[in-house]
């Protein structure tokens, strides 16, 4: 397999709303696969759908420290949140970056598994920040979104310039 292209801010594609996905079709259980294939390949603990250009609401997360723990959450939906957590939050589309960000401390969710099973979840810590901030992507968000304009737009530049000089045109 090889792995899907990652797009990087400031990709204007990555303000896409994603879309709730109808049936779970063959078609979407090899994307889950794909996507899951993506995110280990690039050293990731979640990545979603909107990363990759595919605009569903189709999320991977592992944070198993052994890699073997793959969590696949189709329609994923936060009906619970409380409680307030700051962590640094870093992404595969923002490479070289990691800023404070705030999010519920805890979630409850429901989302549909690849078998086609509806599940809730609770989630804390490094899971629910994790959830947070895939879910956000699918809604066309990014973690830099938090962070004061003065820092998204250093940060938009540099990554600008890095793509720049990898692509030769500079
Ligand atoms: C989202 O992020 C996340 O800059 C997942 O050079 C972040 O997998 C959830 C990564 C923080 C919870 C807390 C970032 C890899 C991976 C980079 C990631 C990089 C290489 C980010
Ligand atoms: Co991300």
């Given amino acids: 397999m090889h792995p899907l ?15 709730p996905v109808k049936n779970i079709t063959d078609e979407v259980a090899k994307f889950t696969e794909r996507l899951l294939f993506t995110m280990y390949d690039a050293s990731g603990i979640g990545l979603a759908a909107t ?36 962590s640094k939050e870093g992404c595969l589309s923002v490479p070289g970056f990691y800023e404070p960000v705030k ?27 994790c959830i947070q901030h895939e879910i956000d992507h699918l809604d066309g ?17 540099k ?3 890095a793509n720049a000089s990898r692509s030769g045109s500079k």
């Fill in 5 to 19: 292209e990652i797009l990087e801010f400031p990709d204007p594609r990555l303000r896409t709303v994603a879309s």
């Fill in 51 to 86: 990363q990759v250009n595919f605009h569903q609401r189709i999320i991977a997360i592992d944070i198993s420290e052994t890699k073997n723990e793959p969590l696949i959450l189709i329609n994923p939906i936060i009906i619970e949140g409380a409680g307030e957590i700051e």
């Fill in 103 to 129: 999010r519920f401390s805890e979630i409850k969710l429901e989302a549909i598994s690849v078998n086609g099973e509806s599940f809730s979840l609770e989630a804390s810590e490094l899971l629910g920040i």
């Fill in 141 to 157: 968000k990014l973690f830099v979104d938090y962070v004061s304009k003065t820092k998204r737009q250093l940060i938009r530049k």
């Fill in 159 to 161: 990554l600008k310039k």
